[in-house]
């Protein structure tokens, strides 16, 4: 016999939070790269997040609550411990999908500028992406954007 | 067998029993706040728990708790928690195969089972939201329970099979993202029969009925059992996902398929013990049964030679549906 909530304490925690948590890394790192957060970026955030599967499944409250979370943590312990401890809670698949978050968040504003880009590629190395592979991620979310004809 | 009420008289009722090594002890405002720390996406908007409901439960001793009540919110279904005495056990010697398929070492949890809970959902209406609503929420609330450490194993009762506690938080998930559990909401089962020598196989849906009120029964033809399993699965996935109407005499095939292979869907009238059960049959070309004889004359006229009119996927169709009506 034993009671519930003893039990439930002992049960392995929820990896889709960690996950979801580590997932937020490289988007709030580019909101949060010129040392100041804008709500409309936050917002952006949260508009990617509900885009994806593993979001929706936590819904709109418990999403807007993590991005809070990781920004209090970046704040709290800087960028390279959590951008350390998201790789390596993702798969390569995942952090290809964080660093897209991280890209559209950058060109959220129609432009994008030096500093801006060569932060993603720093990131993106960290990640393990290959050139090539963020390259190609960059120019179809550019694409993406694209507000008139070349 | 699946609980489904008379078109139009409401919605399915959806049944998992978890089983656990020993008795769990809770309240139910206990599971109400683990449910809601596990899924906070449910659309669930719920109150204090009246202490008149909140009493401390046994799963050695008898239960009949009602979950939410005056709760609101899309997801808000009829709940039950439900523990009878002298119900609920199985004897493995009796399973069939494909009961234990996802659970495979059932038999060895079954002798460890000394107690079970079981989680009842029923849906507000007949409609498929609704009913996948409450799988949904089932299928959260046996993952709560299934995450302890004395959970063995959860049975879900619709489908007529086993789940491994892994498959069952697995199972939530995926409903959580509005996809279809359907591996785990939909059973199945195979017969084999040699009528002069040669094998045949058919396979029939087991939960299919709860959701779209039919089931799939593809007809004894030469073909490998599993193929006849996947032609089950796929057309139960079709229905569910794709929001494909399968009309009696349509066609479905392999896509880009250049030999034209395709098999004739029938409507079927099944008389069960339980009463009349509707049934999409799936007709093999090769199948020695003339589904003309069984189902009646094909409705409709044969297009013309080279016309393509197989039922085609609709893509996303569901989650469109289900999405479509999140307050944000």
Excluded at chain 2, 81 to 101: M, N, S
Excluded at chain 2, 199 to 212: C, D, T
Excluded at chain 2, 219 to 227: G, K, S, T, Y
């Amino acid at each position: 016999m034993g009671l519930f909530s003893k039990m439930r304490s002992k049960a392995p925690a929820n990896d889709n939070l960690n996950v979801a948590r580590a997932l937020l890394a490289a988007p709030v790192m580019m909101a949060t790269a010129d040392g100041k957060v804008e709500e409309s970026e936050v917002q952006e955030i949260i508009n990617l997040c509900m885009q994806n599967n593993i979001f929706v499944s936590l819904g709109l409250n418990r999403t807007t609550d993590l991005v809070k979370e990781v920004m209090l943590d970046l704040a709290k312990r800087g960028q390279t411990p959590v951008f350390d401890d998201a790789i390596g809670v993702l798969a390569m698949e995942l952090r290809e999908t964080g660093i897209c978050f991280a890209v559209r968040v950058a060109i959220s504003d129609g432009h994008i500028d030096e500093t801006e880009f060569q932060t993603l590629v720093a990131m993106a190395q960290k990640a393990g992406l290959t050139a090539d592979r963020f390259h190609q991620i960059f120019e179809v979310l550019m694409m993406l954007h694209r507000s008139k004809a070349a | 067998m699946p609980v489904v009420s008379e078109k139009g008289k409401g919605g399915a009722n959806f049944s998992a029993y978890v089983l656990f090594s020993e008795g769990v002890q809770f309240s139910p405002s206990e599971i109400r706040a683990a449910l809601l720390e596990d899924y906070p996406a449910l659309e669930l908007e719920v109150g204090e728990v009246s202490s008149a409901f909140d009493n401390q439960c046994d799963t050695d001793e008898f239960i009949t708790c009602p979950l939410f009540v005056g709760d609101r919110g899309p997801d808000a279904a009829l709940t039950t928690l439900i523990r009878l005495p002298g119900y609920g056990t199985w004897d493995a010697r009796a399973l069939r195969h494909l009961q234990k398929v996802q659970c495979p070492d059932i038999d060895e949890r079954l002798s460890r089972n000394q107690s079970y809970i079981c989680i009842s959902c029923a849906a507000s209406d007949d409609t498929t939201i609704s009913a996948f609503r409450a799988a949904r929420l089932a299928s959260c609330l046996a993952a709560v329970f299934a995450k302890l450490p004395v959970a063995l194993a959860v049975y879900w009762e619709q489908a007529d099979h086993f789940l491994s506690p892994e498959a069952v938080v697995e199972m939530a998930d995926a409903a959580m993202s509005d996809d279809w559990p359907t591996k785990q909401w939909i059973g199945l089962d195979i017969e084999r029969t040699d009528p002069d020598g040669r094998p045949l196989f058919s396979a029939v849906s087991f939960g299919l009925e709860a959701f779209k009120s039919y089931e799939v029964h593809y007809a004894f033809a030469p073909v490998p059992p599993n193929e006849a399993a996947q032609w089950v699965m796929s057309t139960a996935q079709m229905a569910l996902e794709f929001g494909n109407e399968f009309q009696d005499g349509n066609t479905i095939g392999v896509e880009d398929d250049a030999d034209g292979f395709k098999l004739r869907i029938r409507d079927y009238a099944e008389t069960t013990e339980a009463g009349t059960k509707r049934v999409k049959m799936l007709f093999h070309p090769d199948c020695p049964i003339d589904h003309e004889d069984l189902c009646g004359p094909t409705p409709g006229i044969e297009p013309p030679a080279g016309f393509d009119n197989k039922v085609q996927p609709n893509w996303g169709f569901f989650k469109r549906m289900i999405r479509g009506q999140r307050a944000h």
